[in-house]
């Protein structure tokens, strides 16, 4: 693969779209488990939102009463998060800026699908150690990712139909995939990575997974579930700092 991926979320109409998201249909199932994975595993209040977007991660766990700080390396999604919250902090970070952020200081480190958009296993490895040196005495990483069957399903808030290509995807590739909950129907493009290289990376970062989640759909749920009840489209990684 290429070194030259873009971020689609850069462009500010789709800032605009993707702003006016927060947990619809595919979505509810991504966040859904958090607050008692939360519960089970993290000691302290202070969290970073690593990738933050236009905020609203940052402001799911305000609302679950971490004092949280954004990052991202997006202007235009950030300008939406402080438009959202202005008293909140949103922080413009480029891709090799975490060094500039103080060790030790988060108990929680979130990360909501922004790794689904770095484009190789060597800078996701590189991230997570930058990550690791934030984190306090038993502090945690949450990673939240797209599982690779995410790509090759139809959904309750995504479509794959028309991309046969993604069926093929390996690690590294790209892979394309079209919201249906956004009025920005332009296909997002993300970097497919699978469960075995998520666990070499975290290993390779000084990481390793203590729980590892993956939702799926309950027919209790007022959501007309497509593939959700059978298929998880997430998977949640719970890491902690090797020994």
Known sequence: MTNDFTNVYEDPHRAASYDRLEFPGTYYLAFRDLPAVFSSHIRGRRALDFGCGTGRSTRFLKHLGFTADGI?????????????????????????????????SYDLI????????????????????????????????????????????????????DFPQNRDAVSGDRV????????????????????DDYLRVYDAAGLAAVEV???????????P???????????VYVLRPQA
Not at 77 to 101: K, S, T, W
Not at 176 to 195: A, F, G, K, Q
Request: net charge negative; with cysteine; charged share 25%.
């Open 72 to 104: 991202d390396v997006s202007e235009a999604m950030l300008a939406r998060a402080r438009q959202r919250d202005a008293e909140g902090i949103y922080l413009l970070v480029p891709d090799d800026g975490l060094d500039a952020l103080p060790p030790a």
């Open 110 to 161: 979130f990360s909501a699908f922004t790794f689904d958009n770095i484009p190789t296993l060597g800078k996701k490895t590189a991230l997570f150690r930058s990550l690791k040196r934030l984190l306090a005495l038993q502090g945690r990483i949450v990673n939240l990712v797209s599982s690779p069957e995410i790509y090759v399903h139809e959904w309750v808030s995504f479509s794959t139909r």
């Open 176 to 195: 394309s995939i079209i919201m249906l909950d956004v009025d920005d129907r332009r296909p997002v493009e993300d970097i497919v990575c699978s469960h």
């Open 225 to 235: 579930w497509v593939s959700e009840s059978t298929v998880a489209p997430w998977t």
């Open 213 to 223: 989640i993956r939702p799926l759909g309950r027919a209790s749920e007022p959501y």
